[in-house]
């Protein structure tokens, strides 16, 4: 059976498979942000985000303090606690889809799985380095607000993205992991565990350092105080999990039945 062809000879795609600009990418992309939009779980999640950041504005210590520490003493909100939403969030991007058992429709209403795991990661880059700097605005702006002081921009602007990067880096790690472990609950469990259990487990058994942990040294780098600024090789652990992990979802994803 043919299919009808438009205009310059391009050929309509087989029925039940979306249409899109940019090719197989093309129509991922637009299924996929056309997916998240209709659904409610992944921005509760991100706004409990921002939320947990104004609850860890409203108790940080501020007295007596210079504005680019209360600005970095803010920080945990975006990389201890606001990261527990969040990593809820990227883990359900992919593992949503294998606990609702929605998976094997996206593949086939894209007519195949090219390009459905780079555009989750996209989205899920995107859509977390939206809300983390958010949270890193909302942040900011406390420093005056509650501090009663001036925030320095340049070394504030650094910190910020700073923080933004380590959200973007995690976030992928938790989608990895779902396309690793195609299980929700575990993956978001193992994201959360791993920096604030797993790694201090690491340090006190084997006494190494904790630059030499992923999420310890990217989060040290996003909380840099008065005097010293982000030092970026420290996200370079962080980076290369987020990778390796991804590349090993992709091979899995490819290989596997969904």
């Known amino acids: ?7 310059g000879g391009a050929a309509d795609p087989p029925p039940g498979v979306v249409a899109g600009r940019g090719g197989a990418i093309g129509r991922a992309l637009s299924h996929e ?15 409990s985000a921002v939320v947990a950041q104004v609850m860890v504005d409203l108790t940080v210590g501020r007295d007596g303090t210079s504005g680019l520490r209360q600005f970095a003493a803010g920080m945990p909100g975006v990389t201890l606690v606001g990261f527990v939403p969040l990593a809820a969030f990227a883990v359900g991007v992919l593992g949503g889809e294998y ?30 380095a939206a809300v983390a700097a958010v949270m890193v605005l909302v ?11 001036s925030l320095p921009v340049t070394e504030a602007v650094a910190t910020g993205a700073a923080a933004v ?8 790690v938790g989608l990895a992991l779902s396309g690793v472990t195609r299980n929700s609950a575990l ?19 084997t006494g190494s350092g904790r630059y030499l942990t992923p999420f310890g040294a990217a989060a040290a780098q996003a909380r840099a105080g008065e005097g010293s600024g982000p030092r970026w090789l420290l996200m370079l652990p962080l980076a290369v999990l987020a990778t390796v992990l991804l590349t090993a979802a992709g091979v899995l994803f490819r290989r596997r039945d969904v």
């Not at 606990?99 to 996209?122: E, M």
């Not at 900011?140 to 002081?149: H, I, N, W």
């Not at 990067?165 to 976030?171: H, K």
């Open 1 to 7: 059976m043919t299919h009808r062809s438009a205009p």
């Open 33 to 47: 942000w056309s997916a998240l939009r209709s659904l409610r779980t992944p921005w509760v999640l991100c706004g």
């Open 99 to 128: 606990r609702h058992r929605t998976l094997t429709r996206t593949v086939l209403t894209l007519g195949g799985r090219r390009g459905i795991l780079p555009v989750k990661a996209v989205l899920t880059a995107a859509v977390t």
């Open 139 to 149: 942040n900011a702006l406390s420093v005056p607000v509650l501090g009663r002081t």
């Open 165 to 172: 990067l380590y959200a973007v880096l995690s976030a992928l």
């Open 187 to 205: 993956s978001t469990a193992l994201t959360v565990l791993w920096p604030v259990l797993l790694e201090n487990l690491l340090l006190l058994t």
